[in-house]
């Protein structure tokens, strides 16, 4: 088995560039994925923006469903 941490999050609410409960989902992803991989479940409302925010600035080891 490798070391490597696997981590599951459920973020309701999780949105780059955005503050309150939004943004907070957000900075808690970016701070765990510091850790391991990570796999995030969160609304589909907030794709479009995770995705132009990823191609940008890429979080090859985080999976957003």
Request: negative net charge; proline residues 5%.
């Amino acid at each position: 088995m490798s070391g490597e941490l696997r981590i599951f999050v459920s973020a309701y609410a999780c949105r780059p560039g955005t503050g309150s409960e939004e943004g907070s989902g957000w900075n808690l992803v970016c701070q765990i994925a510091r850790l391991g991989r990570v796999w995030v479940a969160t609304l589909d409302e907030h794709r479009a923006a995770i995705e132009a925010h990823l191609a940008d600035h890429p979080m090859p080891n985080v999976e957003f469903h």
